[in-house]
Protein backbone atom coordinates (compact mmCIF):
# COMPACT_ATOMS: atom_id res chain seq x y z
CA UNK A 1 0.00 0.00 0.00
CA UNK A 2 1.35 3.42 -1.10
CA UNK A 3 2.49 5.69 2.10
CA UNK A 4 -0.31 8.19 1.41
CA UNK A 5 -3.14 5.46 0.93
CA UNK A 6 -1.37 4.11 4.53
CA UNK A 7 -1.88 7.53 5.90
CA UNK A 8 -5.57 8.35 4.81
CA UNK A 9 -6.55 4.86 6.00
CA UNK A 10 -5.48 5.23 9.48
CA UNK A 11 -6.97 8.81 9.51
CA UNK A 12 -10.78 6.66 9.13
CA UNK A 13 -11.88 7.72 12.22
CA UNK A 14 -11.59 11.68 11.04
CA UNK A 15 -13.28 10.75 7.96
CA UNK A 16 -16.18 8.45 10.00
CA UNK A 17 -17.06 11.41 12.46
CA UNK A 18 -16.75 14.55 10.31
CA UNK A 19 -17.27 12.90 6.77
CA UNK A 20 -15.55 11.51 3.80
CA UNK A 21 -13.49 14.68 2.95
CA UNK A 22 -12.37 15.72 6.43
CA UNK A 23 -9.28 13.83 6.55
CA UNK A 24 -7.65 15.19 3.03
CA UNK A 25 -8.99 18.91 3.87
CA UNK A 26 -5.89 18.81 6.48
CA UNK A 27 -3.39 18.53 3.80
CA UNK A 28 -1.94 15.07 5.74
CA UNK A 29 1.67 14.26 5.20
CA UNK A 30 3.33 11.45 6.37
CA UNK A 31 6.67 12.15 8.14
CA UNK A 32 9.26 9.56 8.94
CA UNK A 33 9.72 8.92 12.81
CA UNK A 34 13.09 10.18 12.08
CA UNK A 35 11.59 13.49 10.55
CA UNK A 36 9.46 13.92 13.32
CA UNK A 37 10.95 17.42 14.85
CA UNK A 38 11.17 18.11 18.38
CA UNK A 39 9.47 17.68 20.86
CA UNK A 40 7.12 16.08 18.98
CA UNK A 41 9.42 13.54 18.12
CA UNK A 42 9.60 12.67 21.87
CA UNK A 43 6.20 12.94 22.70
CA UNK A 44 4.82 11.14 19.63
CA UNK A 45 7.60 8.27 18.38
CA UNK A 46 7.09 5.53 20.92
CA UNK A 47 5.01 2.61 21.97
CA UNK A 48 3.61 4.21 25.51
CA UNK A 49 0.31 5.44 26.10
CA UNK A 50 0.00 9.33 25.39
CA UNK A 51 -2.16 10.08 28.30
CA UNK A 52 0.69 8.98 30.53
CA UNK A 53 3.25 10.47 28.50
CA UNK A 54 1.58 14.03 28.05
CA UNK A 55 1.08 13.76 31.79
CA UNK A 56 5.20 13.21 32.62
CA UNK A 57 5.86 15.95 29.71
CA UNK A 58 3.56 18.64 31.42
CA UNK A 59 4.39 17.19 34.93
CA UNK A 60 0.18 17.84 35.49
CA UNK A 61 -2.84 15.21 35.54
CA UNK A 62 -4.96 15.19 32.16
CA UNK A 63 -8.65 15.04 31.98
CA UNK A 64 -11.34 14.35 29.23
CA UNK A 65 -13.09 16.49 27.36
CA UNK A 66 -15.66 14.97 24.62
CA UNK A 67 -16.94 17.42 21.78
CA UNK A 68 -18.70 14.62 19.98
CA UNK A 69 -19.54 11.43 20.06
CA UNK A 70 -21.41 8.45 18.05
CA UNK A 71 -22.46 5.41 17.74
CA UNK A 72 -21.32 3.51 14.10
CA UNK A 73 -22.25 0.37 14.45
CA UNK A 74 -20.25 -1.79 17.13
CA UNK A 75 -18.13 1.03 16.90
CA UNK A 76 -17.95 3.92 19.14
CA UNK A 77 -16.39 7.03 18.14
CA UNK A 78 -15.37 10.15 19.69
CA UNK A 79 -13.87 13.30 19.08
CA UNK A 80 -11.86 14.68 21.97
CA UNK A 81 -8.90 16.81 23.64
CA UNK A 82 -6.59 15.71 26.93
CA UNK A 83 -6.38 18.77 28.69
CA UNK A 84 -4.75 19.86 31.60
CA UNK A 85 -6.78 18.99 34.21
CA UNK A 86 -5.31 22.41 36.92
CA UNK A 87 -6.60 24.88 34.54
CA UNK A 88 -8.36 23.15 31.25
CA UNK A 89 -5.33 23.87 28.51
CA UNK A 90 -5.55 21.61 25.59
CA UNK A 91 -2.46 19.05 25.27
CA UNK A 92 -3.77 17.17 22.49
CA UNK A 93 -6.82 16.87 19.75
CA UNK A 94 -7.80 12.87 19.20
CA UNK A 95 -10.31 11.35 16.87
CA UNK A 96 -10.68 8.02 18.20
CA UNK A 97 -12.43 4.95 17.16
CA UNK A 98 -13.36 2.41 19.85
CA UNK A 99 -14.60 -1.30 18.98
CA UNK A 100 -16.87 -1.92 22.07
CA UNK A 101 -17.10 -5.56 21.96
CA UNK A 102 -13.84 -5.80 22.75
CA UNK A 103 -14.44 -4.77 26.10
CA UNK A 104 -15.63 -5.89 29.38
CA UNK A 105 -18.99 -4.47 30.66
CA UNK A 106 -17.54 -2.70 33.09
CA UNK A 107 -14.90 -1.51 30.88
CA UNK A 108 -17.40 -0.43 28.36
CA UNK A 109 -19.43 1.25 30.53
CA UNK A 110 -16.67 3.35 31.66
CA UNK A 111 -15.94 4.22 28.26
CA UNK A 112 -19.12 5.37 27.55
CA UNK A 113 -19.43 7.56 30.59
CA UNK A 114 -17.16 9.96 28.79
CA UNK A 115 -15.40 11.32 31.88
CA UNK A 116 -12.00 9.84 31.68
CA UNK A 117 -9.44 9.66 29.10
CA UNK A 118 -8.75 5.67 27.20
CA UNK A 119 -5.10 5.68 28.65
CA UNK A 120 -6.54 6.50 31.79
CA UNK A 121 -9.31 3.77 32.01
CA UNK A 122 -6.67 1.24 31.04
CA UNK A 123 -4.21 1.86 33.39
CA UNK A 124 -6.99 1.50 36.14
CA UNK A 125 -8.42 -1.43 34.52
CA UNK A 126 -5.07 -2.99 34.65
CA UNK A 127 -5.28 -3.93 30.61
CA UNK A 128 -2.43 -5.30 29.28
CA UNK A 129 -2.29 -3.72 25.51
CA UNK A 130 0.41 -2.54 23.16
CA UNK A 131 0.17 0.11 21.20
CA UNK A 132 1.24 0.58 17.45
CA UNK A 133 1.98 3.69 16.58
CA UNK A 134 2.29 5.11 13.16
CA UNK A 135 2.25 6.47 10.56
CA UNK A 136 3.55 9.86 11.74
CA UNK A 137 2.02 13.12 9.77
CA UNK A 138 2.11 17.03 9.84
CA UNK A 139 -1.72 18.78 9.06
CA UNK A 140 -2.55 21.67 7.91
CA UNK A 141 -5.14 22.03 10.92
CA UNK A 142 -9.08 23.31 10.15
CA UNK A 143 -10.81 26.32 11.89
CA UNK A 144 -12.11 22.86 14.21
CA UNK A 145 -8.87 21.56 15.44
CA UNK A 146 -7.73 25.31 15.47
CA UNK A 147 -10.79 26.08 17.90
CA UNK A 148 -10.57 23.19 20.07
CA UNK A 149 -6.62 23.38 20.76
CA UNK A 150 -7.84 27.08 21.64
CA UNK A 151 -4.84 28.51 18.95
CA UNK A 152 -4.79 30.92 16.47
CA UNK A 153 -3.96 30.45 12.68
CA UNK A 154 -1.03 27.67 12.70
CA UNK A 155 0.23 26.17 9.40
CA UNK A 156 1.88 22.61 10.63
CA UNK A 157 0.42 20.58 13.54
CA UNK A 158 2.39 17.17 13.94
CA UNK A 159 0.71 13.73 15.27
CA UNK A 160 0.66 10.38 14.94
CA UNK A 161 -2.13 7.31 13.93
CA UNK A 162 -2.13 4.48 17.03
CA UNK A 163 -3.59 0.83 17.00
CA UNK A 164 -4.26 -0.01 20.41
CA UNK A 165 -4.26 -4.07 20.85
CA UNK A 166 -5.24 -6.40 24.08
CA UNK A 167 -2.38 -8.89 24.77
CA UNK A 168 -4.11 -11.31 22.44
CA UNK A 169 -3.87 -9.24 19.41
CA UNK A 170 -7.27 -8.07 19.25
CA UNK A 171 -7.77 -4.44 18.01
CA UNK A 172 -9.36 -2.35 20.27
CA UNK A 173 -9.29 1.14 19.21
CA UNK A 174 -7.85 3.20 16.61
CA UNK A 175 -6.27 6.91 17.57
CA UNK A 176 -5.47 10.05 15.71
CA UNK A 177 -3.50 12.27 17.73
CA UNK A 178 -2.32 15.36 17.24
CA UNK A 179 -0.73 18.11 18.87
CA UNK A 180 -0.73 21.46 19.63
CA UNK A 181 1.98 24.10 19.43
CA UNK A 182 4.94 23.31 22.36
CA UNK A 183 8.31 24.73 22.69
CA UNK A 184 11.33 23.18 21.01
CA UNK A 185 12.89 22.54 24.37
CA UNK A 186 12.04 19.28 26.02
Known amino acids: ?9 ALTPLRRL ?11 SILSAEAMPEPYRTLLVHNNDMTQT ?6 EETALKVHQSKHDGTDYLREVCLVLAPHGTAVEYGAICL ?20 GALIASQQL ?9 FSVQPDARI ?5 LQQVSTLYGRCNTIRLSDNTPVAQVVEILPLLPNTI
Open 128 to 136: KVTHTPGPY
Open 18 to 28: HGRDSSSSLHP
Open 146 to 150: LNLLN
Open 54 to 59: LQTYHG
Open 1 to 9: MPENDALEA
Open 99 to 118: HLASFSDAMREAILDNTRPL
